[in-house]
């Protein structure tokens, strides 16, 4: 029975811990950006496209307001180390839309944010 149990669970730490090893690995090849000042008409497919040339766009998000809908001006994409860097490079304070981009490094968001209304 107890060698069972014992076997039952060395499975189950090895299971995790090579799905651990596998996200740590994807986050490794993988950079969130910030890209700020948007042009107010972009939507998630431009914000991909726009992100493209660069390399492989894991995801874009276009952030909305949540009562109207309407953009916020800025996203986040993910895309992987080497297009980050030259997204980064070549996009930041470039002018689309009659806007200046702003491209950098994403931050973590902080888990003890105070909202004031």
């Given at each position: 029975m107890y060698k069972l149990e014992f076997f039952n669970d060395l499975f189950w730490l090895f299971a995790y811990l090579s799905l651990k090893r596998i996200n740590e690995e994807v986050n490794l090849t993988m950079k969130k950006l910030y890209v700020g000042n948007l042009p107010f008409d972009f939507d998630t497919q431009k914000l991909e496209?726009?992100?493209?040339?660069?390399?492989?766009?894991?995801?874009?998000?276009?952030?909305?307001?949540?009562?109207?809908?309407?953009?916020?001006?800025?996203?986040?994409?993910?895309?992987?180390?080497?297009?980050?860097?030259?997204?980064?490079?070549?996009?930041?304070?470039?002018?689309?839309?009659?806007?200046?981009l702003k491209v950098n490094e994403a931050k973590p968001m902080e888990r003890d944010r105070q909202f004031s209304r």
């Open positions: 496209e726009l992100f493209a040339p660069y390399g492989k766009v894991e995801s874009a998000i276009l952030i909305k307001d949540r009562y109207t809908g309407n953009s916020k001006g800025f996203g986040f994409v993910e895309i992987d180390n080497e297009g980050a860097k030259k997204a980064m490079d070549e996009l930041n304070n470039k002018e689309i839309g009659g806007r200046s």
